[in-house]
Structures are given as C-alpha cells and as structure tokens.
C-alpha cells in the first residue's frame, strides 16, 4: 500500500511541476515583449515569481523525495533504466534552474534574449518529459 500511495504522490507532483515548467517560460515569451517596467511586465514578474515560488519549486522536491522513496522501497539503484530516469530528471532539474535564473533577470530587468529564444526553450520540458515517460514504461535496459 505505501508503495502505491508514494507513487500517487510523485505523479501528481510531476503532473504540477510540468505544468509550471510548461508554462513559465510562455510568460517569458510575453514578458521578453513587455517594456521594462510597464504595468505588463511588473504583472508578469509576480505572475512568474508566484508561479516558481507556489507550485514549481515545491512540486519539484516532492518529485524527488517522492521518486528516490519508490526507488528506494523497490531498489531500483542499478537498473538501466532507472539510471537513465534520473540523468533525464537531473537535466530536467537543470532547466528548472535555468528558468529561475532567467526569473530573476525578468524580475530585475535584465533579460537581453528575445522571445524566440524562450519559445524554443518552452519545448525541452515537453521533449525530456517524453522520454522520462517512455523510460520508465517500457524499461528498455
């Protein structure tokens, strides 16, 4: 029964980080438009501070606890493919931390990239979720 309840847990908790890491960096689209310091971009910066801060952060370390705890109740450690999970979930950790970055040069006007560039970005969450996906179902290795 734990084992069920943790991964009840951990997918409802990847289903919201996803769901912040897929639209954060929309804001960002957005916001690399707004003028600096319009009314539009100060709604952006709490829209996207309020996001990471309430749900992306939090929904990302009960991923992590409740992945690890899975792993560890079904000693997962040396399986291919749950070593390819958790290379596919640090990148994907890495992409978190990219976005919070990018927050802050948003928060503190500094951003110097255009939309387009967070238009492309907006797709790694997506790419990298598929493959977490199909890792984990079809445990090829």
């Known amino acids: 029964m734990l084992y069920l309840v943790l991964k009840s847990l951990h997918i409802i908790s990847v289903i919201a980080w996803m769901a912040g890491m897929l639209y954060l960096p929309r804001l960002f689209v957005y916001h690399a438009d707004a003028e600096p310091g319009s009314k539009q971009s100060e709604t952006f ?13 939090p929904a990302m370390v009960a991923t992590w606890i409740f992945g ?15 070593i390819l999970k958790v290379v596919l979930v640090l990148a994907l950790s890495g992409v978190h931390g990219a976005f919070s970055a ?11 990239r255009p939309a387009r560039f967070y238009r492309i970005w907006n797709e790694v969450p997506t790419l990298l979720l598929i493959g977490i996906v199909f890792v984990v179902v079809l445990k090829p290795f």
Do not use: C, H, P
């Not at 829209?47 to 992306?56: D, K, N, S, V, W």
């Open 45 to 57: 910066k709490v829209m996207e501070r309020r996001l990471m801060r309430a749900i992306i952060n």
């Open 68 to 82: 690890l705890s899975i792993a560890y109740l079904q000693n997962y450690w040396l399986q291919g493919w749950f």
């Open 102 to 112: 990018w927050r802050k040069d948003f928060e503190a006007d500094r951003n110097t």
